[in-house]
T-cell receptor, first 116, second 115 residues
């Protein structure tokens, strides 16, 4: 119930294409769904996040689509660039599960390569 | 300095050694976290501190011992580690006292290798 399942494990897209990464969860108590981007040798950095009261959120070229009934959410990268090549992690948490902190459950990660 | 800083960046130790990982955050956050990142596995939450009090221990073996002396510093003391403990150890912080689910900010990690 605490798992977040992410697919695909790896993805190769040509520059300008729209890579899509999908995540599914079981725990309906989750109420926060962030995506993190990690470059080699660096820690993960928050990219974009969504809460279940909206079905879509867009920040620049990055869009999260959220389907509450299906318990799925996905990341779309518009006009992808070679600089977007990184590992992407989805995550989920339930607000208030830990007093004064949060308990993020991460997906397994997707290694994305954008070819020039 | 800003953000979350981890030292050392790389550490090689034998199974009988004792070493410590250090994390420092300059963001004024109240919560700090230790994660383990192994190849082909999701990030695993190890410990959570809020206002210097440990609030979560995610079934971590006792050979890992965390310490949070103040809201800006977090340590992970290591002793008698096993080869399967080789991984990237990440520290993170967030500001969750008033509103939940605030962004977590990560350091760049310590790459630990156990001989």
């Amino acid at each position: 119930q605490q798992q977040v399942k992410q697919s695909p494990q790896s993805l190769i897209v040509q520059k300008g294409g729209i890579p899509i990464i999908n995540c599914a969860y079981e725990n309906t108590a989750f109420d926060y769904f962030p995506w993190y981007q990690q470059f080699p040798g660096k820690g993960p950095a928050l990219l974009i996040a969504i809460r279940p009261d909206v079905s879509e959120k867009k920040e620049g070229r990055f869009t999260i689509s959220f389907n509450k009934s299906a318990k799925q959410f996905s990341l779309h990268i518009m006009d992808s660039q070679p600089g977007d090549s990184a590992t992407y992690f989805c995550a989920a948490s339930r607000g208030g599960e830990i007093q004064g902190a949060q308990k993020l459950v991460f997906g397994q990660g997707t290694r994305l390569t954008i070819n020039p | 300095e800003t953000g979350v800083t981890q030292t050392p960046r790389h550490l090689v130790m034998g199974m009988t050694n004792k070493k410590s990982l250090k994390c420092e955050q300059h963001l004024g956050h109240n919560a700090m976290y230790w994660y383990k990142q192994s190849a082909k596995k999701p990030l695993e939450l190890m410990f959570v501190y809020s206002l210097e009090e440990r609030v979560e221990n995610n079934s971590v073996p006792s050979r890992f011992s965390p310490e949070c002396p103040n809201s800006s510093h977090l340590f992970l003391h290591l002793h008698t580690l096993q080869p399967e403990d080789s991984a990237l150890y990440l520290c993170a912080s967030s500001q969750d006292v008033v509103f939940p689910n605030q962004p977590q900010h990560f350091g760049d990690g310590t790459r630990l290798s156990i001989l």
